[in-house]
């Protein structure tokens, strides 16, 4: 099944998503050979471990003989000794692979779940908890390895283990059938029970588990807010409910584990056995070496019964964590990569013709058109929440338009193709997001590996950042902390300068709302975004009067709507809401506000 998706990488492998089942044994399939290897190594292994049973009791009938040779005892020991030599082989063998199958199944879950979700819409994302997606993506992958080794490894093994003893029973002598097939069928109808009964206690453990992580995660990246409000005890108390009702379901599968029946219905069967065998065995049915293999046989079925408890959870809990996983892949994002669409190399023209938009049923945009040429600046300006940001975000395809079109060079971005598109367009958003890299790699971010320093340097220094930078002692090396938070919001605004001067885009988005900056860093800021302006198309939202007035043309926004655009003396001397708003911008700003001059 293919879903749209932003982001592809060639010749991916094309997963089952219709069920947790068989997308695991999609992924299984994909090392049939290894599986294979494995499930034959497990049967060999236990036809290994179940003939040391036929070589105890042939042992002990030739002590019980009269004239016991010495030689035929040898024999049997030798025997003994190349059979769990052999057991053992296989059972290196047979866990090794199984080893293998996990980590080779968790790996390629975790690529396929990372490669989607960086696939996935900005709608998408928007709508998720960080948190919840992080438990995806690793407890529940961490589940899916448990469930293939130990799980399904356990499972395969006693599985095989008690087909060979009830196979070496019926061979030793049919008769002695009667108890293990009474008991296997018991076994198998509890172990139904035991499943079902424990398959809606592991989805809620998974849920439940992502929903306590989701909080943990939101608090502690909202961690500022906490204690400057001082509701630690709020959040606390939030997360011990989560982490409780998690508990509380830990608490059900422990008494779904307390009421399987099986562990002791064993015993009932191992004694029964024993009876049945003495019976047969008075009758000279069979001899006493038979009996001793017979009942050593019947312990093998100790390894299944007791073990399946604790498999079948795994397996439980796996296949629960399988479903949240397809549930995430399988999200419909509304945009796609759009491989083999317009390719070009960008001019800069940009239109927008009767554009409207809405984040779900609220409208943001009303039927926006305008025109920038390759080169121009644009400025936008609005009160807060007029739709600044937003209609930028249709000129990368972050978001598609409702109705309407947004044109690049006369060709409509959705036939653009996505890569293409989205690198010849940089954006400086007001929140700069860097990552816990060096500073010399959130720079060349854009170009990946492509970058070389001085180009890094070159671009440092046009974003005024290139002081700051050396005054650190390991100067481009340093390493900045999540979110840049080792920086100023100054330097962090020339990093995301320097950032977009490197990848020279034809298309720049600056929405730059931060105000607070000192007036020496705001100079150096001035500097470099006049630097980055030249020669490229860009659409500006910015407080900074002096900016505004840089722009060709300025786009008056109202609740969504464009309602008056032109220069800056024009809109000045016709525009009321322009009027308003400029000032607004600076309150220091006269009542009558032409021709003044900031900065
Ligand atoms: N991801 C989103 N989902 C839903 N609504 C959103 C989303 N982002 C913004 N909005 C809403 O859309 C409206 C316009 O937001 P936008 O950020 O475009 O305004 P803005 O003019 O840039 O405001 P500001 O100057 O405060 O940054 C606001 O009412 C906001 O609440």
Redesign the pocket.
């Known amino acids: 099944m293919l879903a749209k998706r932003e982001f592809t990488v060639a010749n991916t492998y094309h997963y089952n998503w219709s069920s947790p089942m068989r997308w695991i044994i999609s992924h299984l399939l994909q090392y049939r050979f290894l599986f294979l290897g494995f499930a034959l190594l497990c049967i060999v292994n236990n036809i290994f471990a179940a003939s040391t049973s036929l070589f105890i009791g042939r042992a002990f009938d030739a002590v019980l003989q009269k004239n016991t040779a010495l030689q035929q005892l040898g024999m049997i020991t030798l025997a003994m000794l190349i059979v769990i030599t052999m057991q053992g082989c296989c059972d290196l063998g047979a866990r090794l692979t199984a080893e293998m199958l996990s980590k080779r199944f968790a790996r390629d879950a975790r690529e396929e779940l990372y490669t989607n979700l960086l696939g996935k819409s900005q709608t998408f994302h ?1 709508r998720q908890r960080v948190g919840d997606i992080m438990a995806r993506a690793s407890n529940d992958m961490t589940q899916l390895s448990d469930m293939m080794s130990p799980g399904i490894d356990t499972i395969m093994d006693s599985f095989s283990s008690l087909f060979m003893s009830v196979l070496f029973i019926g061979l030793l002598n049919p008769q002695l059938l009667l108890v293990p097939i009474l008991y296997v069928i018991v076994f198998l109808v509890a172990l139904r029970f035991y499943a079902r009964q424990l398959g809606p206690v592991a989805v809620n453990l998974r849920e439940e588990f992502g929903q306590t992580n989701a909080v943990l995660t939101e608090s502690v990246n909202g961690i500022e807010v906490v204690k400057a409000t001082a509701q630690e005890p709020q959040e606390i108390h939030k997360f011990v409910t989560r982490a409780s009702r998690y508990r509380d379901f830990y608490v059900q599968n422990g008494k779904i584990h307390g009421r399987y029946l099986p562990t002791l219905l064993l015993g009932i069967a191992l004694a029964l056995a024993f009876l049945h065998g003495l019976y047969l065995y008075s009758h000279h049915e069979i001899s006493l070496g038979m009996l001793v293999t017979f009942m050593s046989l019947m312990t093998y079925l100790r390894y299944v019964t007791y073990m399946s408890t604790w498999s079948f959870s795994l397996l439980r809990l796996g296949v629960a964590g399988a479903e949240r996983i397809i549930s995430l892949l399988k999200e419909e994002t509304e945009l796609d990569a759009n491989m083999g669409g317009h390719k070009e190399e960008m001019r800069g023209d940009v239109v927008f013709e009767h554009v409207t938009f809405s ?2 049923s ?1 409208p ?1 945009l009303k039927d926006i058109s305008f025109h920038a040429r390759p080169g121009q600046t644009i400025a936008i300006v ?10 930028t975000k249709l000129v990368n395809r972050i978001y598609d338009v409702d109705t309407g079109r947004v044109l690049i060079d006369g060709v409509d971005v959705r036939d653009w193709d996505m890569d293409a598109l989205r690198s010849q367009i940089s954006t400086i958003e ?1 929140d700069v997001f860097l990552f816990s890299r060096t500073i010399a790699e959130n720079i060349s971010y854009g170009l990946g590996s492509k970058a070389d320093q001085s180009a890094i340097e070159v671009a440092a220094r046009d974003a005024q950042a290139d002081e700051f930078i050396q005054s650190f002692p390991q100067g481009y090396e340093t390493e900045i902390g999540e979110r840049g938070v080792t920086l100023s919001g100054g330097q962090r605004q020339r990093l995301a300068i320097a950032r977009a001067l490197l990848t020279d885009p034809r298309i720049l988005v600056l ?1 730059d ?1 931060t105000s607070a900056i000192d007036s020496a860093t705001e100079d150096e800021i001035q500097k470099a975004i006049h630097r980055i302006l030249e020669g490229r198309t860009t659409l500006l ?1 910015t407080p900074r009067i002096s900016q505004i007035r840089w722009a060709d043309s300025i786009l008056v ?1 109202r609740k ?1 709507e464009l309602i008056d655009q032109g220069s800056h003396e024009e809109l000045l001397a016709r525009c009321e809401t322009y009027r308003r708003i400029f000032s607004h911008y600076d309150a220091a700003l006269p009542a009558s506000v032409g021709g003044v001059e900031h900065d």
């Open positions: 928007n984040y779900g609220t943001i609005g009160q807060t929440g007029a739709g600044k940001s937003t209609l007001q929405d709302s939202i926004l969504g």
